[in-house]
């Protein structure tokens, strides 16, 4: 199947400095990327729609200024987390469907450590 | 607000037993899909299940679209401790089949 990878798998920061993470899709082109979030224990939460040459669509509650996604290229969106702060640590993992978009294939997250 | 929920939410058992996790929402699906994660990684696809009252076995695993395509099932035939993990259910929205809501997820631990 098709590869996605993000980078870097695990980040520690301090309170007030922005973290940037990188997903990529390794062997096919994405229009589409989606970024989720997840906190211990619970589910993935949808966080925003990545698209290719255009804006970002955020989910209901997410701060467009907080997470900014840039979507340059066909194989390559970031998530940057602007002034990060303690209640932003968090599993962040991402996912690009295939042409069809029926098949959806995950990276393997980016855990974020805020001090 | 989770538009997937999923029973039970814990669910601890011994090796060897059966087990039914459910996925039930109010919204209609293009699509179900059945995930497990593991600690510290992304989650791992299943099975897709596309047709209302379709049921796809994976080994141990049977898998069930409800036929409103509002719910599904995953049962498994005799547990085994790797089938521990927590497993996750998402829907694809009509609009986009792959932007999928997950659902609420089941943390399943199976005991040697």
């Known amino acids: 199947g098709a590869v996605v990878s993000q980078h870097p798998s695990w980040v520690i920061c301090k309170s007030g400095t922005s973290v940037k993470i990188e997903c990529r899709s390794l062997?096919?082109?994405?229009?589409?990327m989606f970024w989720y979030r997840q906190f211990p224990k619970q589910s993935l939460m949808l966080m925003a729609t990545?698209?290719?040459?255009?804006?970002?669509?955020?989910e209901q509650g997410v701060e467009k200024d907080k997470f900014l996604i840039n979507h340059a290229s066909l194989t390559l969106s970031t998530l940057t987390v602007t002034s990060a702060h303690p209640e932003d640590s968090s599993f962040y993992i991402c996912?690009?469907?295939?042409?069809?978009?029926?098949?959806?294939?995950f990276g393997e997250g980016s855990r974020l450590t805020v001090l | 607000t989770q538009l997937l929920e999923q029973s039970p939410q814990f669910l601890s058992i011994q090796e060897g037993e059966n087990l039914t996790v459910y996925c039930n929402s109010s919204?209609?699906?293009?699509?179900l899909q059945w995930y497990r994660q593991e600690p510290g990684e992304g989650p791992v696809l299943l099975v897709t299940?596309?047709?209302?009252?379709e049921v796809k076995k994976l080994k141990r695993l049977t898998f069930q679209f409800g036929d409103a395509r509002k719910d599904s099932s995953l049962h498994i035939t005799a547990a085994q401790p790797g089938d521990t993990g927590l497993y996750l259910c998402?829907?694809?929205?009509?609009?986009?089949?792959?932007?999928?809501?997950f659902g609420s997820g089941t943390r399943l631990s199976i005991r040697p």
């Open positions: 996912s690009a469907g295939d042409r069809e978009g029926w098949e959806l294939f």
């Open positions: 062997d096919f082109q994405a229009t589409t």
């Open positions: 990545s698209n290719e040459g255009s804006k970002a669509t955020y």
């Open positions: 919204s209609v699906f293009s699509s």
């Open positions: 299940v596309v047709t209302g009252g």
């Open positions: 998402a829907g694809a929205a009509w609009s986009s089949a792959s932007k999928i809501i």
